[in-house]
């Protein structure tokens, strides 16, 4: 027999829906896609240019498991100066990717049956990570801002709690967590003795206001958080596979003993590419975040016009879409609106019953404003026929 672990991880819901998507494309049909999540930007030349440079020197070795000692002191820099975390070095371990860092940090965190609240909608990865890590992930509902806060919190914590996951920005909603609402989160998990970790994957793509990192807000609840983050968003470096992780020496140094019987450093160019990343930031980063928001602010144009719900993202570069008024005897969840969308419209979105809210479709909008127009026409022309 083979795992019983592994068999109780989810498969996507989604893969029916891709496999159409190829379909369509291999048939000539022309599909306007809002289900990729990463940026449709190419990689910064100046981060392409430095990477190749190391290569062609032969700079390809082991490092570190925990990451480049420059690297890491980069990183560590960078979250004092810029997020106002207090950290060094020793507090970063470097991984293949954020998802790696989160299964890492959950690792390192929790013991069997150890309980991890999960605010939704959710990252659709979350539940199943707890799953790979033996503890049990425990979803909680949102708020009327579509967020978590500490009523909710005490509802759903027991003696098992070990920790929260909070994902800020949120991936599907783009909602952002303001200082208070931080404040009030972390000053809670502190008296409670609840770990924090802090997905901040999408900081960088911030558009309305500051964006403010819980750790930042006391020195006891830096203690108790992971901040974990990466370079596939901000710097469209989705294939790079390089993230990070932040974190009291007590936890970096049990996520480095893991991470060095799994995969041991993450990859040494890609790690240059980090590295150049953030030392010499161009204007090609910021020109790429201002694009977004520019997409961001027409797509809610659009949805205002069409009279439909959705929830404000003030961040990230996704849209969660309310869509349960159109159910009816042959649409009865968003699965199936999306098969729906596909297949009579050409238009591709992602079933919110994948972050646990089956009243939503997620459109990223990580693609040309050329087809963002065009797709939203036809999402239109789908209105206008339910209402027929």
Not at 251 to 276: C, D, E, F, P, Y
Request: glycine share 4%.
């Amino acid at each position: 027999m083979l795992s019983n672990k592994i068999n109780s991880i989810n498969p996507s819901l989604t893969l029916e829906l891709s496999a159409k998507i190829n379909k369509l494309k291999k048939e000539g049909i022309k599909v306007y896609n809002f289900t990729v999540g990463e940026p449709d930007f190419k990689t910064p030349r100046y981060i392409i240019d430095k990477t190749l440079e190391y290569l062609d020197n032969g700079i390809v070795r082991y490092t570190d498991t925990s990451g480049i000692p420059d690297l890491r002191e980069e990183i560590s820099l960078k979250l004092n100066k810029c997020n106002h975390i207090k950290c060094d070095k020793d507090s970063i371990v470097v991984s293949t990717g954020a998802k790696q860092a989160i299964v890492n940090s959950l690792f390192a965190l929790t013991n069997p049956n150890d309980e991890v609240l999960i605010p939704s909608p959710y990252w659709l990865s979350y539940p199943e990570m707890c799953k790979l890590t033996d503890c049990k992930p425990v979803i909680l509902p949102y708020n009327e801002n579509f967020k978590v806060d500490v009523d909710i919190l005490n509802q759903y914590k027991n003696s098992n709690t070990k920790c929260l996951i909070l994902n800020n920005p949120s991936n599907p909603t783009g909602v952002i967590y303001s200082k208070e609402e931080l404040l009030s989160i972390g000053n809670w998990a502190v008296e409670n003795n609840i770990y924090i970790i802090s997905d901040e994957i999408y900081e960088r793509l911030s558009y309305d206001k500051e964006f403010i990192s819980i750790g930042s807000l006391s020195d006891e609840i830096n203690e108790i958080t992971i901040t974990i983050n990466g370079f596939s968003k901000a710097y469209a470096m989705t294939g790079f596979r390089l993230g990070y992780s932040c974190s009291s020496k007590e936890v970096s140094k049990l996520i480095k003993r893991l991470q060095g019987h799994i995969t041991s450093n993450a990859n040494t160019l890609s790690q240059i590419a980090g590295l150049t990343a953030l030392k010499d930031e161009s204007d090609e980063v910021e020109q790429m975040i201002g694009e977004f928001k520019s997409r961001r602010d027409y797509i809610v144009s659009k949805l205002d016009e069409f009279d439909i719900e959705y929830i404000y993202p003030a961040g990230a570069f996704y849209i969660f879409i309310k869509i349960d008024q159109f159910y009816n005897s042959t649409i009865n969840n968003s699965l199936e609106l999306c098969n729906e969308l596909l297949s009579k419209y050409n238009v591709a979105f992602v079933p919110g019953i994948v972050f646990g809210d089956d009243k939503y479709i997620r459109m990223s909008y990580a693609t040309s404003i050329e087809d963002i127009k065009q797709g939203l026409e036809n999402l239109k022309n789908f209105i206008v026929d339910q209402k027929i």
